[in-house]
């Protein structure tokens, strides 16, 4: 049996009247707590879940650093590659021409598909959307 329950103790069981005798501002002020209690709870199971993702973002955006800056060096030293070998048939100075310009219509592609995938993003919060819907169906 916990202290709550012994004569004499103190706290939320000692110091509510039982269910019968108390008023209706007493109820609805129990409510409005609970209600209030609620919603802090699920802001911070919002919070909890953002952090959360935000720090798997963060470990996974960093591993793609890494890899782009390998990636980078592989592409300068094909592109070096690319250059001599154009250089057998054209003037350097066309075959480095003709790499850059590659590479400049590569970055453009790139640019352009990226700012539509972060335009069409929509970071969604699957716990807390699931949770605020059970309370949403509950209160009907």
Request: net charge negative; proline share 5%; hydrophobic share 50%.
């Amino acid at each position: 049996m916990s202290q709550q329950h012994l004569p004499g103790a103190t706290g939320d069981a000692a110091t509510t009247p039982p269910p019968e005798e108390r008023s209706l501002s007493d109820v609805l002020g129990a409510v409005a707590e609970d209600l209030t209690d609620l919603f802090r709870t699920e802001l911070d199971l919002a919070k909890a879940e953002l952090k959360q993702e935000a720090g798997r973002a963060g470990k996974g955006a960093g591993m793609l650093g890494g890899a782009a800056v390998a990636g980078h060096l592989v592409l300068a030293l094909l592109s070096v590659v690319v250059i001599a070998l154009l250089d057998l048939a054209l003037p350097l100075w066309a075959a480095a021409l003709i790499v850059t310009a590659l590479w400049a219509a590569v970055a453009a592609a790139l640019a352009l598909l990226g700012r539509r995938e972060l335009q069409s993003s929509n970071p969604q919060l699957p716990r807390t959307q699931q949770s605020l819907q059970s309370l949403k169906e509950n209160a009907r």
